[in-house]
């Protein structure tokens, strides 16, 4: 049922805690993410699940079996890493051979095995071409077929677009997704950028501090995050702190610490009057003219940015904060320096205990 299970996963350096007490299971065949800011311990415990580091505590198991007392040559998992590490000496066949030569297959057989992964990731015929002549979605493509004709359990990838022009980027998140489901192989995907990871992932894992935040799929970490954190860090949102005057049921009032007062919901649980908090609203859930009291605020039109879907209309409101809001296709109707308000549901206002540092 899990090509890949971590149990209680430990590793320290030093007094340093990188990676703290992390459980999960990955289901066979699924695309899996590990997201989280740059030093937060997702590239260490990738590495010990390939075996270049040793927890201090806790299992990894693969199809069942522990690894912990296997070496990574031994261990049926292969890893692609950023800057792809195909070898420039030698031409698109030899790099995806290399790894059959080693464990000694026939000649004959991976002649055949490199042809028929080259067909797999859409690439058939280019052999005998040298690294070189590739472009770079390509080499993504060549770095994923020398692994996957290796037949892995687990395939690890290790933030391998970062290298990649935007453009690219963007298009390789598709073809990633397409190449796992061509070789239903199970896909472990670290990275610190959460659209890689909510375009591609079956269920995400969010990583802070050498811990697991919450694991899910991704529209439940984007519409029910369980921590401030999450919810901050996974897609874009708009963040006001403030402190707590009243709560009924899930109903939270806040003060806000530049001036005025919003209503939200409670996010979690534990909330009481008098607790510092920060409040998040999604650009989506944002519209252009007035609403409920305690769910509005007024403003004036700061700026117009246009990216197409994702065009913004930027309010400065009367405090001072500057309100990112989606512009659903041009229909906000506005100018700069307009004046006006701004208005969301209260269930779309998730109020979390703690202010970001």
Known sequence: ??????????????????????????PSGSFFSILGPSGCGKTTLMRMIAGFEDPDAGDISIKGQSVLNLAPNRRNVKMVFQHLALFPMMNVGENIAYGLRCRGDGRSEITERVRAVLDRVGLPGVEEKQVSQLSGGQKQRIAIARCMVLEPDVLLLDEPLGALDLKLREHMKIELKLLQH???TTFLYITH??????????????MNAGRFEQ???????????????VAGFVGDTNRWQGTVVRVAGDEVKVALDQGGGVLARAGAAGLSEGAAVEVFVRPEAIAIGA???????????????FNGANSRVLVRSQAGDLVEVADQAGMSGVTQGDAVQINWQRDRALCFA???A
């Open 1 to 26: 049922m899990f090509d890949l299970e971590c149990s209680a996963v430990t590793k320290r350096f030093g007094s340093f805690t990188a990676v703290n007490d992390v459980s999960f299971d990955v």
């Open 182 to 184: 061509q070789f239903e």
């Open 193 to 206: 950028d959460q659209s890689e990871a909510l375009v591609m992932s079956d269920n995400v894992a969010v």
């Open 215 to 229: 694991i899910g799929p991704p529209r439940d970490l984007y519409e029910t995050p369980v921590s401030g954190f």
């Open 291 to 305: 609403g409920e009291p305690g769910c509005t605020m007024a403003g004036k039109v700061d700026s117009l940015l």
């Open 354 to 356: 703690g202010r970001a």
